[in-house]
């Protein structure tokens, strides 16, 4: 069942925009991480205080048709919102790759599969390495698989 409710764009300007033509393009249009070329896919999740809906673009690290979301917020000493937000509802994610979209439940990795898609991951997007050298925490990947 796709996620309903009312959704709330991002304050980020440049996130909000990104979005808007992904979503009325079907990722014709601002498919990239600005100038970088590396693909980005549409992730909408729903906040787990207000409810409504929130969609970001994240790196697009896809196997066998599984994603990861890579959690790593630059690198800052917290967890992004969304990584609450899904921990708190695993079954409360939508994917958009593309035209396509699905709905997926999300689980956080560790062990050696956590490093077998980080690995992915940084192959995916190597700004990635220099993100976990900047923070104590590791950085969670989770894996939004079709429900």
Same mark, same amino acid.
């Given at each position: 069942m796709p996620l309903e409710g009312e959704y709330e764009p991002s304050p980020e /300007?440049? !996130?909000r925009d990104q979005v808007a033509t992904y979503e009325a393009t079907d990722g014709r249009e601002a498919s990239t991480l600005g100038d970088t070329g590396? *693909? !980005?896919v549409i992730f909408t999740t729903r906040g787990r205080r207000s409810g409504k809906l929130r969609k970001m673009a994240l790196m697009k690290v896809e196997h066998d048709g599984a994603y990861a @979301? !890579?959690?790593? /917020? &630059? &690198?800052? *000493? =917290?967890? *992004?919102v969304w990584y609450h937000n899904l921990v708190a509802d695993p079954d409360a994610i939508m !994917?958009?790759? &593309?035209a396509e979209r699905w709905d997926?439940?999300?689980r956080e990795l560790s &062990?050696? =599969?956590?490093?077998e898609w980080w690995d992915r991951a940084v192959a995916a997007y190597p700004p990635y390495? =220099?993100?976990q050298t900047k923070t104590d925490r @590791?950085? *969670?990947v989770l894996l939004a698989e079709r429900r």
């Open positions: /300007k440049w !996130v590396m *693909p !980005v @979301l !890579v959690a790593s /917020k &630059g &690198g800052a *000493p =917290e967890h *992004p !994917v958009q790759d &593309g997926a439940r999300v &062990g050696g =599969e956590r490093q390495a =220099e993100y @590791l950085i *969670p």
